[in-house]
């Protein structure tokens, strides 16, 4: 950076999984540095310092925002803190915040995030960094192009759950749509009770014999469609749910045309073409892989470059976080209300919590003989 805009100073809160990643990035970005690491948990914390040669290292993040005053604080803590912290560090004064996704556990809370960073000046920024990459900025460049003809379906497998997993594909959908507004949402989700056999999966924790991951009720598999304004239409299929053999995030777009596929994050080629033109897949050029640290830099010095110009020009903006959160409450909403909903969603709670509290969380595999006649 040059004299006139000295590197920012980032903080992160939340220090372990993803807050690693935080960390690399920021030592990898050029425009801003890593100055101060809080968990509530000292030890995670102190080693991550150790990592990165950091000596300010907090347990309290009140204190880490009165002693440290950071232009930017990056939120890896898990989704149930999300809202709070933000509020919390807006009111400080920092300058710009890029939290984890998803944005929120609620629309209510993701919006009093939004609301709490406009009334302070504060850049929000939700790490939805797919649409940011190789693929998915080629993937759109040819969907605008016309290279697949006039689209009908773009459709994502993944593992996990909606809130957490679904919502990169989500927002990755919405990408590859335009950002268009979505119409209305169907869904349906399946939870059974913990196994004691079987591992918990990633972040997961048992509360009473079922999963959460979190602070909130996941869901073994969900099905989802919903319509974009245009006409067109998404499917997701997550958890157990999902494509057998696909990777982790595969996504494919149809057209009248012609189809694009994105076979997952480890996929090799990056990106396929499939046309009349083509005689079956074939590697689109231009997609070699990008190293995630990479990835999480540039988008660092993006907030940087907008916290310094005065400008809103990230990619990640809140505003695509929210609209991102909205689908995945609709999807959870639909299935609460076993029907079809329409957005603007009204809903403002978690749905997959009142299901949980009412007992109608629930479900899996029915045992229900067929009978063919």
């Not at 709490?116 to 190789?134: D, K, P, Y």
């Not at 689908?327 to 978690?350: H, K």
Request: net charge negative; glycine share 10%.
């Amino acid at each position: 950076m040059t004299a006139l805009h000295p590197r920012l100073r980032v903080a992160i809160v939340g220090c372990g999984g993803i807050g690693k990643t935080h960390a690399e990035s920021i030592e990898y970005a050029t425009a801003v540095e890593l100055v101060g690491l809080c968990d509530l948990d000292r030890q995670v914390a102190d080693a991550l310092a150790r990592a990165y040669d950091q000596d300010s290292v907090y347990t309290d993040v009140s204190r880490m925002l009165t002693e440290l005053h950071p232009d930017i604080v990056a939120l890896g803590a898990p989704t149930s803190a999300h809202a709070p912290l933000t509020v919390q560090v807006a009111q400080a004064g920092v300058k710009g915040i890029l939290c984890e996704k998803p944005m929120a556990k609620n629309l209510a809370e993701a919006r009093r995030m939004i609301d709490a960073c406009r009334e302070s000046g504060t850049h929000l920024i939700v790490n939805h960094q797919r649409r940011t990459t190789r693929p998915l900025r080629r993937m759109r460049e040819l969907i605008a192009e016309g290279a697949i003809g006039d689209i009908t379906l773009i459709r994502a497998s993944c593992a996990g759950d909606v809130l957490t997993d679904g919502t990169h594909a989500i927002d990755s959908m919405r990408f590859l749509a335009g950002d268009v507004p979505v119409e209305w949402v169907f869904g349906s989700v399946y939870r059974t009770r913990v196994d004691p056999d079987q591992p918990l999966g990633k972040g997961c924790v048992d509360v009473g014999g079922w999963r959460y991951r979190h602070g909130c009720p996941i869901e073994n598999g969900a099905f989802a469609l919903w319509q974009f304004a245009d006409g067109i239409r998404a499917e997701l299929l997550c958890g157990e749910l999902r494509v057998p053999g696909r990777g982790y995030q595969d996504y494919m777009v149809f057209g009248d045309a012609g189809e694009l596929w994105r076979p997952g994050d480890a996929g090799n080629p990056n990106l396929l073409i499939r046309t009349a033109a083509t005689n079956g897949w074939q590697p689109v050029d231009g997609c070699a892989a990008e190293d995630t640290v990479g990835i999480f830099a540039r988008n660092y010095d993006r907030l940087a470059r907008d916290i310094n110009r005065g400008a809103s020009e990230h990619p990640l903006t809140a505003e695509n976080g929210l609209r991102a959160l909205e689908i995945i409450m609709a999807i959870y909403e639909s299935a609460r209300l076993r029907g079809r909903v329409r957005l603007p969603l009204t809903q403002d709670r978690l749905p997959t919590e009142i299901m949980t509290k009412d007992g109608t969380f629930s479900g899996g595999d029915v045992d229900v003989p067929l009978s063919v006649h």
